[in-house]
């Protein structure tokens, strides 16, 4: 088994799709593909769960990632012939919804491997985190990435996919989502973020004319008035955590539904810098670690 395999299948599960990691490892799709099935005949289970709309890994594939990445990190520092202290500091943004489930495990990756490099975590909309990058106030950021790929003045690393869903009030029973919008009030996600520019065009385009007067930019906020009754939203799909304080009934939109897509961003002149390239492979296995919770 070639050890650019579990590259690959780091690069999958980083991005959330076998598209995304062909794009990390620079390889086509079909490549990736091949790759998955050597490795699963190798383990004789399956890494990837093909049933649904969407391949999903198995809770297998992110213990072999995490079982092999340590080995695959030491052996890029011995084929380099030296290690080399990365030290300084390092602004990183990181939009306000994400910042509980990502900050957490970054932060103690660093602190393990890196203990002189200083991470100055800044919070944000994807909007002002990116303007902030071009200003040259941060060196990084994850936000979410533009539906068209965002500006090519800046270098995207996918990170994360969410899927975002139909909230309802818990015990909404089964009831078509065109049925929903009729009954119950829309709460807007805020039209200035990617997240509610995506929900108002699915919206727009799969329902129509619907009745709104609230519109809020905290995830959380909204989650806890559909769970008190006061209407239905759409957005990211809440974590377990915030399910538990506030309990709603999800939808899935289907096919046409939109996914977010997180990356991190970086100048173009900062592509080569050591202390980046830590900041993503911190930041990388956070998203691992956090998909892999959302998946429970």
Known sequence: MKLETFATLEAVLQTGTFVGGARLMNITPSAVSMQMKQLEAYLGKPLFDRSGLQVRPTQLAHEVANTMRDGLHGLDALRSGTVLAIEGVVRVGIIESMQPAVLPGMMRFIRTRHPKLDVVPVRGRSSSLAAALKAGEIDAALVAQPPDGGTGRLCWTPMLRREL?????????????????????????????????????????????????????????????????????????????TLHSYPVRIFRLGKAGPVLQLSMVNRKADEESRQLAVVREAMAQACTEYQRLLMK
């Not at 805020?190 to 385009?205: E, H, I, L, P, Y």
């Not at 995830?219 to 377990?240: E, F, K, T, Y």
Request: glycine share 6%; no cysteine.
């Open 165 to 241: 869903v139909l909230i309802a009030p818990p015990g909404t029973p089964d009831t078509p989502i065109a049925t929903l919008f009729r009954q119950l009030e829309w709460i807007r996600y805020d039209r200035k973020t990617v997240t509610g520019t995506m929900a108002a065009q699915f919206v727009s385009n799969h329902i129509g004319d619907v009745r709104s007067t609230l519109e809020f930019d905290n995830a959380s906020a909204i989650v806890a008035m559909v769970s008190s009754g006061l209407g239905i939203s759409v957005v990211q799909r809440p974590d377990p955590a």
